[in-house]
């Protein structure tokens, strides 16, 4: 098997872990079981979308003439799913927030440092 082969099957083998554990919590919730099989079909369709979705980012990465995929291109994928696509805008909005919060406060804090420095400057001429 070689290396491509090697973690494409650890990726599927995560995947089919993570699929589990949430299925055993889900049915937990529930006070339902899922059989194994239901788990296996549920992992694999995940695993496929999946790479559906990095296939597809990658295309719209490259018709933009980009090697990286940004966020819009995260948003394009999900527009078949109208769940999926609002999840996915509302997070996009959040980030955008914090990051707006974020740079306002290093731009405080650049002025306040800048203040602090002149401040320094004038009482060393001084003297």
Known sequence: MDEDAAQRQRLKAAVHYTVGRLCQRVAADCDKEISKMAIAAIAETTFRQCDIF????ES????????TVMADDVKLVA???TALSNYIQRKSEELAS????????RKKNAVKRKSTDMDINTETTED
Do not use: P, Y
């Open 60 to 67: 719209f990465s490259r018709h933009a003439k980009r090697n």
């Open 54 to 57: 990095a296939k597809d980012l």
């Open 79 to 81: 527009r078949r799913s």
């Open 98 to 105: 914090t990051n707006q919060e974020q740079r306002e406060k």
